[in-house]
C-alpha cells in the first residue's frame, strides 16, 4: 500500500528556515514525480513545487529562490528545503506522488497523498 509520510514542519519566525520531509513506504519512488503543495485556511490546494522522475523541477513564483526541492531515492524520501519564509507561507503542506515521468504541479494528476504537517510562519 502506498503511504507518504510527511515531518519538518513547525512555527517559524519570519526569515527563517524549515525542511520538510516526505517519506515513502509501500512503493518507490524512482517512478513517481512528487509534489509539494500547500493549503492556507478557506483557500484551494496550490501547487508549490515538484520533482520529476529524472530530476525535472518546478516551483510556484511565490517561492521561486526561497525554496528548493530535492529527492534521494536510496532513502525514498523528497525534501522541501524552505529559506527566507514569510507569513504568507503558513499553511498545512502535503506531499504527492504520481507514477511516471510527468512535471506538473496540478493537484489532480497526482494519485497518492500524505496527511499534511503544519507550517506557520510568525513572529
Known amino acids: 500500500q502506498l503511504q507518504l509520510v510527511e515531518s519538518g514542519g513547525g512555527l517559524v519566525q519570519p526569515g527563517g528556515s524549515l525542511r520538510l520531509s516526505c517519506a515513502a513506504s509501500?512503493?518507490?519512488?524512482?517512478?513517481?514525480?512528487i509534489g509539494w503543495f500547500h493549503q492556507a485556511p478557506g483557500k484551494e490546494r496550490e501547487g508549490v513545487s515538484c520533482?520529476?522522475?529524472?530530476?525535472?523541477?518546478l516551483y510556484a513564483d511565490s517561492v521561486k529562490g526561497r525554496f528548493t526541492i530535492s529527492r534521494d531515492n536510496a532513502k525514498n524520501t523528497v525534501y522541501l528545503q524552505m529559506n527566507s519564509l514569510k507569513p504568507e507561507d503558513t499553511a498545512v503542506y502535503y506531499c504527492?506522488?504520481?507514477?511516471?515521468?510527468?512535471?506538473?504541479?496540478?493537484?489532480?494528476?497526482?494519485?497518492?497523498w500524505g496527511q499534511g504537517t503544519q507550517v506557520t510562519v510568525s513572529s
Open positions: 504527492a506522488a504520481a507514477r511516471g515521468p510527468i512535471t506538473t504541479m496540478r493537484p489532480g494528476r497526482y494519485d497518492s
Open positions: 509501500g512503493f518507490t519512488l524512482d517512478y513517481y514525480a
Open positions: 520533482i520529476s522522475t529524472y530530476g525535472m523541477t
